[in-house]
């Protein structure tokens, strides 16, 4: 069994806790429904209506609650650029490609991207880029950034619909860029209740989320008060099956982060001919631990602290991800770190050959170089994978995983 402290958590301080519009729209929601799972409750903070983090607030960069790699180097951005390339090349160089980044940001890691690969005989030539963004605010950086991109551009807000665009088909070849987009997906968060069903021979799994305790927020486990008739009997499914193979000496109390990456897989799946490339932080096998963090200006904070005005996220789950894809008949290559990826996509000689041409500002480029692949930061923390159509090669810099 593998087990995860919440290192990255902050404790809940209810002094501390902040009573945002959302915290009070939350607060009036369960004063009728008693309880809200927590896939709902880290929703409602990213994307509700009215007050949801994404739809409110300039969220990256040191104006904003996080930074991430395309914001610390644009080296970054290019090496993934000219991995789509050989990528494409890989494909037979179609004459019609499209490449979707979901998640994109400010934009940086397309307009990175863009320029790098500018001078790939074909390439820009061939390309329409699809960008999945439902912050309104994003979109408009996004736009700013690539002001001067000449290629086919549109913007989508759910990956599940690229099949609506005009430039999405089954027989069309696609590259699919997921950099820090999995960590912000609402997910299941499953406390173990210990064994039930005929000789106690299954553990139950019940979802965990947040309750109102006099005027203030708290995370509860559901009682059986909270629960339907029987609900605890229906908890014994294919799901529990799974978890509990996962991890046969759970006890009660312990806690698992269950994402669902059928439907990335399922849409991955209906193309004859694509890629994926997967960057987040997280762990490889399927691990116990509550994973869910809060980042407000650059500091951890507990989850319900700030409802709506905090970034939340969960480390990813690359075992099970591996998973989901492979029951679609996908082909996966790696997980590797980050720094493994970079380095071996020739993150080094780009530093270099940049230092040598803006020697004034070399010190800054090699900082920013060396934080991308910081040996326990981002270098191991972030883990990359890719996946795609089994009639395509091993992906660049990624080892094909052997079934």
Known sequence: MNAIGDTSRAPYDPAARRDTPLARKIKEQLRERRFLPMSLFVERCLVDDEHGYYRTRDVIG???DFTTAPEISQ????LIGLWCAVVWQQMGAPAKLTLVELGPGRGTLMKDAL???????????????VLVEHSERLRAAQSR???????PLEWMDDYRRLFDSDSIAADRATIIIANEFFDALPASTLACHGRSGQGGDQNIWIDRGVALEGDRLIERTPVESDMADGA????IDERTRRRNAYFPDAAPGDIYIEQDFSPFAEVLSRFERAAALVIDYGHVEPTLGDTLQAVRDHRFEHPLTSPGEADLSYQVGFGEMTGALREQGLAVDGPVTQAE???GLGLAERA???MAANPARAHEIETAALRLIAPNAMGTRFKVLG??????????GLPPQEF
């Open 232 to 235: 605890l009997d229906a908890a």
């Open 115 to 129: 320029r790098a690969t500018a001078k790939v005989p074909g390439f820009h030539d061939a390309l329409s880029i």
């Open 75 to 78: 080296i970054f951005g290019e």
């Open 145 to 151: 950034a690539l002001a001067e991109n000449r290629c």
């Open 62 to 64: 040191s104006g904003g």
């Open 352 to 354: 270099s050959r940049l």
């Open 341 to 343: 990826f970079l380095g």
């Open 387 to 396: 996946a795609r159509s089994p009639c395509l090669a091993p992906l660049p």
